[in-house]
């Protein structure tokens, strides 16, 4: 009985774990909380980006990478400096195709959508 309790627990753990790792990154929009809000409205890199642009990040990039560009799934996901650190054409490429954990979205975003998220990324310095 112990020995079922346990694998039951371990079970339940296991599935809490992966429910938070997907939900991490799951494209849901971010930044409701002040931090988020003050990079955006405030002087942060999203709001020197142009509406369209800032919805399209909201939508498909915030989760992972969140508002302020700190990352949100570790160090890995901070793109503060990305644009001091990959071309515009680098940054087109990983979001289309993916690279690491970072899911591709050249299906799921117009290729005009991307070339705009890849030209904003690559003036953030």
Same mark, same amino acid.
């Given at each position: 009985m112990k020995t079922r309790l346990m694998k039951l627990l371990a079970g339940a753990a296991l599935y809490a774990a992966a429910a938070v790792a997907l939900i991490a990154c799951s494209? +849901?929009?971010? =930044?409701t909380g002040s931090a988020g809000s003050a990079a +955006?409205? =405030? =002087?942060?890199p999203l709001a020197q980006a =142009?509406?369209?642009v800032q919805t399209l990040y909201k939508a498909s990039c915030a989760s992972c990478h969140g508002v302020d560009l700190t990352g949100r799934a570790g160090p890995v996901t901070n793109i503060q400096h990305v644009g001091g650190?990959?071309?515009?054409?680098?940054?087109a490429a990983q979001i289309t195709n993916g690279r690491g954990n970072m899911p591709a979205f050249g299906g799921k975003l117009k290729p005009d959508e991307i070339t705009a998220l890849a030209a904003w990324l690559a003036s953030v310095k």
């Open positions: 494209g +849901a929009p971010s =930044g +955006a409205e =405030g =002087g942060g =142009g509406e369209p650190k990959l071309t515009q054409e680098q940054i």
